[in-house]
C-alpha cells in the first residue's frame, strides 16, 4: 500500500538523491536534470511554495511530488519522481490517482515532460492526460523541448 504524506525536512536529502537518480537519463539526453532539484547544494527547491508530498510504501519513501495550485481550480503537477527500482510496477498511477484524491476541487490538472521521454507521454496518456502544446523552456538549449499535458475533471 502507497500512501501520501508531507515531505519534512530530514526527507530531503534522502529523495534529493533519489530525484538526481530518477531524472539521471534526462541529465544525460538534455544536458541537464530538471530546475526541481539544485544539484549543486543537493536539495530540491520549491517545496516551500508548493504541496509537497513523499510517496510511503510500508516504511519505505519510494519518491517524491510537488503540486502547485494555480488560478480557477487548477492545479500543476510540478514534479513526480520515484526511484528506479519501484518504476514499471504500477506505482506511478497509484500516485497519480492519490494525488488527484488529495485535491477534490481540481478541474484541471496541467504538467509538462521532455519531449524524449516517451515512457512519461505513455504513462500520462495511459492516466488520462491530453498533450496541449509544446516549447523551449530554456532559448539557451536547444536539446529540451517540453511536451504540456493536461486533465479535465469532469
Not at 504524506?5 to 530525484?19: G, R
Not at 541529465?27 to 517545496?47: A, C, H, S
Not at 519501484?86 to 484524491?101: F, M, R
Not at 519531449?115 to 496518456?125: D, G, T
Amino acid at each position: 500500500m502507497i500512501r501520501l504524506e508531507e515531505i519534512t525536512k530530514p526527507d530531503i536529502s534522502i529523495l534529493t538523491e533519489m530525484a538526481i537518480s530518477a531524472f539521471e537519463e534526462d541529465k544525460i539526453k538534455y544536458g541537464e536534470y530538471p530546475p526541481v532539484i539544485d544539484v549543486e547544494n543537493r536539495t530540491l527547491r520549491f517545496i516551500e511554495d508548493g504541496f509537497a508530498f513523499k510517496f510511503v510504501k510500508e516504511k519505505d519513501i519510494i519518491g517524491a511530488a510537488v503540486v502547485f495550485k494555480t488560478a480557477g481550480g487548477s492545479y500543476r503537477l510540478g514534479c513526480l519522481f520515484l526511484s528506479p527500482e519501484y518504476q514499471n510496477q504500477g506505482c506511478g498511477q497509484k500516485i497519480l490517482k492519490l494525488l488527484e484524491e488529495e485535491f477534490p476541487d481540481a478541474h484541471k490538472w496541467e504538467l509538462d515532460t521532455p519531449h524524449l521521454s516517451f515512457r512519461n507521454h505513455h504513462f500520462y496518456e495511459k492516466a488520462g492526460y491530453t498533450k496541449t502544446g509544446e516549447y523551449y523552456p530554456d532559448s539557451n538549449n536547444k536539446k529540451l523541448i517540453l511536451f504540456q499535458y493536461e486533465k479535465i475533471i469532469e
